[in-house]
């Protein structure tokens, strides 16, 4: 069983930054790709931003230029660099991994970006 366990929300203000992490854990498995995405009440769960085991990257159209996404050498950590938070930013980000063609969920992490 994978568990994705994610770390880094919380309080920011308009132009600051925050690190979001998310490390898969359980018995011995590959991590095909991760990535994060949002939601907001009332609207559906957006991608933010993904990254395959080889590095290739895709970004939603919102972010680009401002959120970065990376992995560990060990391909089990994903982390979000976001700056140049704004207000639209708030939302629950959640990590998403694919290990041999299943999608797993982290539990989400609130992001709070106040003026």
């Known amino acids: 069983q994978v568990q994705l366990v994610e770390s880094g929300g919380g309080l920011a203000q308009v132009g600051g930054s925050l690190t979001l992490s998310c490390t898969a854990s359980?018995?011995?498995?590959?991590?095909?790709?991760m990535g994060w995405h949002r939601q907001v009440p009332g609207k559906e769960r957006e991608l933010v931003a993904g990254i395959t085991g080889g590095g290739t990257t895709v970004y939603g159209d919102a972010v680009k230029g401002r959120f970065s996404i990376s992995r560990d050498r060990t391909l089990k950590t994903a982390y979000l660099q976001m700056n140049s938070l704004e207000p639209e930013d708030s939302a629950v980000y959640y990590c998403?991994?694919?290990?041999?063609?299943?999608?797993?969920w982290g539990q989400g992490t609130q992001v709070t970006v106040s003026s």
């Open positions: 359980g018995s011995n498995f590959v991590v095909s790709s």
């Open positions: 998403r991994a694919v290990v041999y063609g299943n999608v797993y």
